[in-house]
């Protein structure tokens, strides 16, 4: 009998990739729970994703694990990226709008995923986590508040908190159907080269990267999809050197071509000397295996990210995957498992009244899905901005003309909530951070648009609905609200210089829930909500004008600070407002 069948823990993990292993170590520092990990496979295991974005820094600090990884040698700093789309590259730095105020440089890594997965891992382990390799999860069952956990022919164990970290092709009870976030239906293939040049040595006066000697990614568009180009330190013949991973995203109909059977050799290579500035980084590179990795590149989203009755809880691709050209995964790994903390101390927490619980879950539901249909919005608008480069490629100019994926009130309520990274927003726009540049037939130029129809004319007139109500609450997130004062780890630019010495300087991403007020139906009518933290939107405020009277939309509108108008918008959102006389369009029916 193993150790773990007769054991019920607090917290089970299915899964020990860097979403698993990173809240398991959050939690243990923490709390006082009791965590045990599951994970199939034995590390070091390959997995595809080798650049990270900076947002995984301070949660890594958080975690006990940044300084684990910046002792070893499995890494290449990085401090953004360029992307060819067109005949110049478009270039970002980490919160590029910041380093562009304060002169600092965020940055991330690049990593060799099984030594850079297997210290994350052992970091868990050193926290007291229990972690045991090869027991696949095959089973999950909730009994009354407990969940038995089925690990194939070794036994079951249980829980009272049962997490999904176990990736994309993960499935237990609470999902229901896994429906495609995009239109996009890619397959991603890789290897590693020896003999490539750096990114950042690309001569041209676009190259903010080249006089600092300064690490970024590198993402080329071509006829038949991109290409990444990434530095990654490994081990070969016995010797630590920098390779490059190499690798293409296409249609897995392109492959059905002899000419374009990307998983030969030297096909793959012979494509890739023949894309601009591409080229020149790998004309003299070499293979350093004929194995080619491949993995099916679907973005799709889970129909429930948490469920508060069954004690269960999805976090990183289980939740969610994006398509990989902003390299999202690992932030969202570890974003989620930021988030989820709160959760599960909440559900263990004696004194705090069961309904704010079930409204921290149900905020978690909320915003991961909004920021996966807003950060594939903006991917999808990617795409068509490429198409609109290359009108002579079948491949892009399908992605071009793809039809808008349905859309929900969480893809709305994203884009409202800043669900578009700014540094997202800096490559799209060419730089100008300017929405109306984007082309009108992308999916996010098109969203935006039924946004703005939605919006009342200037002399409608609003009021609340009488069945609308407040209630005192607790969230997850305060939208940019911080009861201590301090900023975020991404605008406080001397942190990035020693994030351990300056990390009681900034606020995490999800620390304690923060007192708030939600409008809600008082008559159960829908379960919509708009949460709000009076001290930062005013929300007070909007109620009590809009109560008892009617009042001109747009003389209102104009006299609300930013965020109070934040709040109106979600209220329209909602169905929250009698609207009288003007409105150019209305949610459709059956979203949300």
């Not at 890739?272 to 990795?293: G, H, M």
């Not at 409008?519 to 933290?533: L, M």
Request: hydrophobic share 40%; charged share 20%.
């Amino acid at each position: 009998m193993s150790e773990f069948n007769d054991k019920v823990y607090d917290v089970v993990i299915m899964g020990g990739g860097p979403a698993g292993a990173t809240l398991a170590s959050l939690l243990k520092r923490q709390t006082n729970l009791s965590v045990a990990i599951f994970e199939s496979e034995f590390f070091p295991r390959d997995h595809i994703g080798e650049s990270f974005v900076h947002t995984i820094v301070p949660t890594l600090q958080e975690s006990g694990a940044l300084a684990k990884v910046m002792a070893s040698e499995c890494y290449v700093k990085k401090a953004g990226g360029y992307y060819v789309w067109g005949n110049q590259p478009w270039i970002t730095f980490f919160e590029h709008q910041e380093h562009v105020k304060d002169g600092h440089i965020r940055w991330s890594v690049h990593a060799n995923r099984p030594e850079f997965d297997q210290i994350l891992l052992e970091n868990a382990r050193s926290q007291g986590v229990e972690v045991f390799e090869g027991t696949p999860v095959t089973g999950v069952r909730r009994w009354g508040d407990i969940t038995k956990v089925t690990l194939g022919d070794l036994g079951s164990t249980s829980c009272r908190v049962f997490v999904n970290c176990s990736g994309r092709t993960g499935n237990t009870t609470i999902t229901g159907e896994r429906p495609f976030l995009s239109k996009y239906q890619n397959i991603a293939i890789w290897n590693h080269i020896i003999g490539g040049k750096s990114a950042q040595t690309l001569p041209g006066d676009w190259n903010i990267f080249r006089e600092r000697n300064l690490s970024p990614i590198g993402c080329f568009a071509f006829d038949d999809g991109w290409f990444w180009y990434i530095p990654v330190p490994k081990v070969v013949q016995g010797k630590r050197v920098i390779t490059h991973s190499l690798g293409l995203v296409t249609d897995p109909a392109a492959l059905k071509n002899p000419a374009k059977r990307f998983t030969d050799g030297r096909i793959f290579m012979e494509t890739a000397r023949n894309v601009p500035f591409l080229k020149e980084l790998v004309k003299d590179a070499e293979l350093i295996a004929d194995r080619f990795l491949t993995a099916p590149n679907y973005s799709r989203i889970s129909g429930k990210m948490c469920e508060f009755d069954s004690g269960e809880i999805r976090v990183g691709d289980a939740a969610y995957f994006v398509d990989p050209l902003f390299s999202s995964g690992v932030h969202f790994a570890l974003m989620h498992a930021s988030a989820a903390v709160p959760l599960i101390k909440a559900y263990f927490d004696g004194e705090m009244p069961e309904n704010y619980k079930r409204e921290l879950w149900d905020d978690y539901d909320r915003v991961l899905k909004g920021l996966a249909h807003a950060f594939g919005l903006g991917i999808d608008q990617w795409y068509a901005e490429i198409a609109r480069n290359k009108p002579e490629s079948v491949y892009w100019a399908k992605r071009g003309s793809m039809p808008l994926m349905d859309m929900r009130r969480e893809t709305f309520q994203g884009l409202v909530n800043g669900g578009l990274h700014g540094d997202l927003v800096q490559v799209i726009t060419r730089g100008t951070n300017n929405m109306s540049s984007l082309g009108k037939e992308g999916a996010l130029s098109r969203t935006l648009a039924q946004l703005e129809r939605m919006e009342p004319s200037p002399t409608a007139r609003i009021r609340m609905k009488p069945n609308v109500a407040i209630k005192a609450s607790l969230t997850l997130e305060g939208g940019g609200y911080s009861p201590d004062g301090k900023p975020p780890a991404f605008v406080h630019g001397p942190y990035w210089t020693d994030p351990d010495k300056y990390a009681n300087e900034v606020r995490p991403l999800f620390a304690e829930p923060i007192p708030c007020h939600r409008f809600y139906f008082s008559d159960g009518s829908a379960v919509d909500q708009v949460k709000f933290v009076d001290a930062m939107h005013g929300g007070m405020a909007i109620h009590a004008a809009l109560r008892d009277e009617s009042v001109e939309y747009g003389s209102f509108k104009e006299k609300l600070t930013p965020a109070q108008q934040h709040v109106l918008i979600h209220l329209l959102l909602a169905d929250m407002l009698v609207v009288e006389g003007g409105q150019l369009d209305k949610l459709p029916s059956g979203l949300g």
